[in-house]
């Protein structure tokens, strides 16, 4: 079946500008989770999605940083007002169900460059 | 807070040779370990996991055993391929806490 998939896979930007980054998981899975990669930071938590539950907004590095998860599926990462060190790959992860045990399926990751 | 400290990369080898990539990790509560392995040009995928002490996770021929005691979960390998050049994570999830918590990562080179 069809993996985690990510759009766009690249995006380059200027600062101050607004971008959304996508996020299909794979079907049935409840669970989805966006990270960070970067250079400075390595591998950073930033939100996750369990059901209809509360998200986890724990790991976002500023309010410029928003995500939402319609019908329990798609997810979109919003960052208003880009500045560089926004700069990063985007990874998306989705798993069965949140718990220790659940393997998390990670995207391809899209790359933001931030001008 | 939670953290996973990995030894620095990169690490090169010669094609058979033994590989050790050290993890320890720090976590408040009774974490499950991961090791995640990213290919040039590929994401993330999973490559072997444990849920409690002593429990062996294996994959692939890679090998690590959760130490409680020396919290540790150290990747091995007894004959290192081409094919395994890679950045290998190590990663926890902590109890109540979903989310991964990543080491820095390591980047293997094997040489034939």
């Known amino acids: 079946g069809a993996g985690v998939s990510q759009s766009p896979s690249n995006k380059v930007t200027e600062k101050g500008k607004d971008v959304e980054l996508r996020c299909d998981p794979i079907?049935?899975?409840?669970?989805l989770y966006w990270y960070r990669q970067s250079l400075g930071q390595g591998l950073e938590f930033l939100i996750y999605?369990?059901?209809?539950?509360?998200?986890?907004k724990s790991g976002l590095p500023s309010d410029r940083f928003s995500a939402e998860r319609t019908g329990g599926s798609v997810s979109t990462l919003t960052i208003q007002r880009t500045q560089q060190e926004d700069s990063a790959v985007y990874l998306c992860?989705?798993?069965?169900?949140?718990?220790?045990?659940?393997?998390?399926?990670f995207g391809p990751g899209t790359r933001l460059t931030v001008l | 807070g939670d953290s996973v400290t990995q030894m620095e990369g990169p690490v090169t080898l010669s094609e058979e040779a033994f590989l050790t990539i050290n993890c320890t990790y720090t976590?408040?509560?009774?974490?499950?370990l991961f090791w995640y392995v990213q290919y040039p040009g590929e994401g993330l995928q999973l490559l072997l996991k444990?849920?409690?002490?002593?429990d062996k996770g294996s994959n692939k021929g890679f090998e690590a055993t959760y130490r409680k005691e020396t919290t540790s979960f150290h990747l091995e390998k007894g004959s290192v391929q081409v094919s395994d050049s890679a950045v290998y994570f190590c990663?926890?999830?902590?109890?109540?806490?979903?989310?991964?918590?990543f080491g820095s990562g390591t980047r293997l080179q094997v040489q034939p």
């Open positions: 992860a989705s798993s069965l169900k949140a718990g220790d045990n659940n393997e998390q399926f």
């Open positions: 079907s049935g899975h409840t669970a």
């Open positions: 999605f369990q059901g209809n539950s509360a998200p986890d």
């Open positions: 976590a408040t509560g009774y974490p499950s």
């Open positions: 444990a849920t409690k002490a002593d």
């Open positions: 990663a926890l999830s902590d109890t109540g806490r979903r989310a991964l918590t």
